[in-house]
């Protein structure tokens, strides 16, 4: 008992304990009760928005590579039609270039007998002419009429 007493230990101990007792039931439903909930209440919800956040991550993830593949199915499909109607666009291009070319021979060839035909007829007829021009020249030039 000396020993409690050369603590500072007296009569006075069971009316602390009790004052204790009676802060701290106080103090835990007025202060720590509350601050508890709050923060556990916080704590659910941060935990479940960021496993809802990484939920939402992972689908949009998931998304973004259907996403890429579809684009990609896509593309592959308009490359596949798009080389298919050049190549048919190429072949009537070039059929319309023969037809017109052999057109534009026939044409030219046409012209060429036309042309041959008429300088033909020209020649004739100017060497029908030659001995009447000649003449004319001749009378002209001399002042006479030659035939008479």
Known sequence: MELLTSLGVNSTLIFQFANFIVVYLVLKYLLFK???AAY???SNRTVGKAELAERHVAEAKELEEKF???AQEVNERYKAIYDKTRGEAVKEYDRLVSDSRARTKQLMDE???KITGEMESARTQLSQDVSAVSQLISQKLIGKD???
């Open 34 to 36: 509350p601050y508890f």
């Open 40 to 42: 556990n209440e916080r």
């Open 68 to 70: 890429n593949k579809r």
């Open 111 to 113: 012209a060429r007998k």
């Open 146 to 148: 030659l035939n008479a």
